[in-house]
């Protein structure tokens, strides 16, 4: 950290007695052919002043922080040196040590410090500096005995240890150092000095050497559970997932008590393919909103209503006052094992806020599902009419009431409701594709047409809108040359999504090229195997007569979503 520009103002203003340095922060650039302000600062300084200027401390600050701020740092560290040279103050001494290390100026970092420790003996960042110096001077020997002496002087020693290997010019002259003090039999700072080398060599960039400090901490001190929490850690990134986990069960086993090793345990578990374990860990720690949150989102995830019940009961047991997150998340899991009456309560009891608005549209939700169609109804245009500042929510309940009505076979309404969003937020893109899909479901097809057209037009290069457009020529419409240009130009612009691929294969289809829709719509399935995909790629192997294939993709799609609109009628129409 450098002297700032305002700072060495402070200074010179104590120098010359309350003279203005307002202008200093935001100098104008010189003129061609003058003298920059890096030149002329220091004179001026001295002018006031009276003195020379290699003979003037605060010239040389200023002096030094111009040439900091122009990016000569060679510059800044030699005008830094002199300050603390005709300087009796350590701090000025200890910045210009700062400024010549960074500047890897050594033969002028070695005459700062030197200045420094004649200036104060006992100072805390002298070992540190030596070490840095001799880091950067290639000194391993000398650095490595510094820095054991470092990590043996608690916490703050061992920051200051790591922050000089991080810092040195040569990664792998700094990790030989740490190669070179893992070597040793004793090393001061037991445990916590081991996993810290092992955390400076992942920032080296040498895996390998963090995971050997890993296992020498669990091979030196075996009943602490920072050592095994620490080489899960390095074998997670070294890829060893197994290892990782049983190094994470066993810190857990030392030190039940840790929320940080429990919360780890249960993510490897998760990761691993054991959702429900990771859930089951959870339960066994000292509840808090965090564990009981993760907790619920493992059980959620298993889709075992058991487990999902008994996450619910120990959110609801924790004590008052609820956050807000707790109290949505009670909303959550009430709605995930069916008790909707209950669902609807927690989410009555949001308060505004962030999950406000959310909160209420699951209300609307539930009540739709219990029957309650026109209460749905009532709540979404009640929130509407309290005004919704923020107009992604406000099309998010524009969108839910043409749904709920959409769904209920009120396709008229579903229109009208998108009409009088879109007179709130005209050319809203969500709402506009909304409305061309229920004119496309009622068979409007030039209305539909017209809305996706409406969304090209107002983004051209937007790949989803271009593929909605060209996907909806090529399936409703013969304008098949004009639908595959459009999705030729959306899959240029996201090559890599299986939706607009799959457009692709079928406007091939559609133009009676089965084989090349086949190798399109194949690469869809395999990077996206839902139901309509697997419907388009069915069809495709049915037309080349491969039935029973067709047959295994589609019952893979439905596997997936069995009411799926375009698999069932793809199947009824070709596999009476």
Request: overall charge negative.
């Amino acid at each position: 950290m450098v002297i700032s520009a305002r700072l060495a103002c402070l200074l010179l203003l104590t120098a010359l007695g309350a003279q203005g340095c307002a202008s200093t922060a935001a100098r104008p650039e010189a003129a061609a052919g003058s003298t920059t302000p890096s030149e002329t600062a220091p004179a001026a300084a001295a002018a006031a002043t009276g003195a020379e200027p290699d003979k003037d401390v605060m010239a040389a600050l200023m002096a030094g922080e111009f040439a900091w701020q122009d990016g000569r740092s060679d510059s800044a560290a030699r005008h830094y040196a002199r300050a603390a040279e005709l300087s009796q103050d350590p701090g000025i001494a200890e910045h210009a040590t700062k400024v010549a290390l960074s500047a890897q100026q050594w033969v002028v970092a070695a005459d700062t410090i030197a200045r420094w420790r004649a200036l104060d003996p006992k100072a805390a960042g002298l070992v540190q500096a030596d070490a840095a110096l001799a880091l950067g001077k290639g000194e391993t020997g000398p650095a490595a005995e510094l820095l054991a002496s470092l990590l043996d002087q608690g916490k703050a020693g061992r920051r200051q240890a790591a922050q000089a290997l991080v810092a040195a010019p040569d990664r792998k002259g700094a990790a030989q150092v740490v190669a070179d003090l893992l070597a040793r039999p004793v090393l001061g700072g037991g445990t916590a000095a081991l996993l810290l080398l092992g955390q400076v060599s992942e920032q080296l960039g040498d895996r390998a050497l963090a995971l050997r400090a890993a296992e020498l901490a669990v091979a030196r001190e075996p009943d602490d559970a920072r050592a095994w929490f620490g080489r899960s850690h390095a074998r997670l990134r070294a890829d060893d997932k197994a290892g990782a986990r049983s190094d994470a069960r066993q810190a857990l086993a030392l030190d039940p008590d840790s929320r940080e090793i429990r919360l780890t345990y249960a993510a490897l578990l998760d990761d691993g393919g054991d959702t429900a374990a990771a859930a089951r860990v959870l339960a066994e720690g000292k509840p808090d909103d965090e564990l009981l949150g993760a907790r619920a989102a493992y059980a959620a995830r298993t889709g075992d209503k058991a487990l999902m019940r008994e996450a619910y009961q120990a959110l609801v047991a924790l004590p008052l006052p609820a956050p807000d997150a707790r109290i949505e998340l009670l909303g959550q899991m009430a709605e995930l094992i069916g008790a909707k009456g209950e669902a609807i309560d927690w989410y009555g009891k949001v308060p505004r806020g962030d999950q406000y608005i959310d909160s209420q549209l699951r209300i609307a939700v539930l009540l739709d599902d219990k029957g309650d169609t026109a209460g749905a109804r009532d709540r979404i245009r009640a929130l509407r009419a309290e005004g919704i500042e923020d107009d992604a929510q406000l099309v998010d309940t524009y969108l839910l009431e043409a749904e709920l009505a959409s769904k209920r076979g009120r396709q008229e309404d579903a229109v009208d409701v998108l009409r009088r969003g879109l007179e709130v937020l005209p050319d809203d893109q969500r709402l506009l594709y909304a409305r061309a899909l229920v004119y496309e479901r009622m068979d409007r097809v030039e209305e539909a047409l017209r809305d996706l057209q409406r969304m090209v037009a107002l983004n051209p290069d937007d790949p989803d809108a271009l593929n909605a457009l060209g996907y909806t020529l090529a399936d409703r419409t013969q304008r098949l040359e004009e639908a595959q240009v459009l999705i030729e130009k959306a899959l240029a612009l996201k090559p890599d999504e299986p939706a607009i691929i799959d457009s692709l294969g079928w406007v091939l289809f559609r133009r009676g090229e089965a084989a090349k829709a086949e190798i399109q719509l194949r690469k869809a399935f395999e990077m996206q195997p839902d139901a309509e995909i697997a419907a388009h790629l069915g069809e495709v192997l049915w037309s080349l007569g491969r039935r029973d294939e067709a047959r295994r993709i589609w019952d893979e799609g439905k596997a997936r979503d069995a009411d799926n609109p375009t698999l069932r009628a793809t199947v009824m129409r070709l596999d009476r």
